[in-house]
C-alpha cells in the first residue's frame, strides 16, 4: 500500500533552524513534493525530489533518500511568516495521484 | 486569468440539498485535480482528469459525488443530497503533466459548510 507520515505540529524560534521530517513507503515512486500551506489558503509549492540527495533553494532546502523512503525540508533563518503547514506529497505507482500527508504545522514564535 | 480559480469562495446549504463547484485551471494545464481537506487533515484526492482520458474517480467517497470537465478546460464537481460530512474545504489544482517536476498549482479552494 502508500503511506506517508509526518509529524502534526512543530515549534521554532524566529532566526532559528527547523527540519520537517517525512517517511513514506510506496511500491512505485515518481517524485517527492513539499508543499507551503498557510491558514486559510491554497497550498504552494515549495520544492521536489526525484533523485538522492540535496536539493536547496533560498532559505528552504529539502533532502531525500528513496532507499530510506525519508525526506526532510529544512528551513533557515526562519521568519515569523513561515509559521503554516508543511505537506510532503509524492507520486504513487503510474498514476499522476499525488498522495499528501496529513501536513506538519509549523509555529515560529518570536 | 494567471491562475487557477474556484467559485464560489464560500458555500453554505442545507443538508439534502445538491451543490456545484466550478473550477478554471491555468490555461494550457492538461491535467486537473480536485481534494478535499477537512478541518486540520491532508489533502484527500477526489478525482483526476488528463486530456481526453477516463478520469481516475478512485478518491470519490460515494456515489453522491461526481465530476465533469468539459472541452478540456473548465471542471465541475458536484454533490448530490449534501451530508454534514461533506463540510470541507474543496481545492482544485492543475498541472502541465509533461515535463519534470510536473507540479500542481491550487486554486483557493471552496468551502462548504452543510447544515
Known amino acids: 500500500g502508500q503511506n506517508i507520515d509526518q509529524p502534526t505540529e512543530m515549534t521554532a524560534t524566529e532566526g532559528a533552524i527547523v527540519q520537517i521530517n517525512c517517511t513514506y513507503q510506496?511500491?512505485?515512486?515518481?517524485?517527492l513534493f513539499w508543499y507551503q500551506q498557510h491558514a486559510g489558503e491554497a497550498p504552494t509549492f515549495l520544492s521536489y525530489?526525484?533523485?538522492?540527495g540535496l536539493e536547496e533553494k533560498g532559505r528552504f532546502s529539502s533532502f531525500l533518500s528513496r532507499s530510506k523512503g525519508y525526506s526532510y525540508l529544512l528551513l533557515k533563518e526562519l521568519q515569523m511568516k513561515d509559521s503554516a503547514s508543511y505537506l510532503c506529497?509524492?507520486?504513487?505507482?503510474?498514476?499522476?495521484?499525488?498522495?499528501f500527508g496529513t501536513g506538519t504545522l509549523l509555529a515560529v514564535q518570536p | 486569468g494567471a491562475g487557477v480559480s474556484q467559485s464560489p469562495s464560500n458555500k453554505v446549504t442545507e443538508k439534502g440539498k445538491d451543490v456545484e463547484l466550478r473550477c478554471d485551471p491555468i490555461?494550457?494545464?492538461?491535467?486537473l485535480y480536485w481534494y478535499r481537506q477537512s478541518l486540520g487533515q491532508g489533502l484527500e484526492f477526489l478525482i483526476y482528469?488528463?486530456?481526453?482520458?477516463?478520469?481516475?474517480k478512485s478518491g470519490l467517497p460515494s456515489d453522491r459525488f461526481s465530476a465533469e470537465r468539459t472541452g478540456g478546460s473548465v471542471s465541475t464537481l458536484t454533490i448530490q443530497r449534501t451530508q454534514q460530512e461533506d463540510s470541507a474545504v474543496y481545492l482544485c489544482?492543475?498541472?502541465?503533466?509533461?515535463?519534470?517536476?510536473?507540479?500542481?498549482?491550487f486554486g483557493p479552494g471552496t468551502r462548504l459548510t452543510v447544515t
Open positions: 490555461s494550457g494545464h492538461t491535467a
Open positions: 510506496t511500491s512505485g515512486f515518481n517524485g
Open positions: 489544482a492543475s498541472s502541465l503533466v509533461s515535463g519534470s517536476p510536473n507540479e500542481q498549482y
Open positions: 525530489n526525484v533523485l538522492d
Open positions: 506529497a509524492f507520486y504513487g505507482g503510474a498514476t499522476n495521484k499525488l498522495i
Open positions: 482528469f488528463q486530456g481526453n482520458s477516463a478520469p481516475d
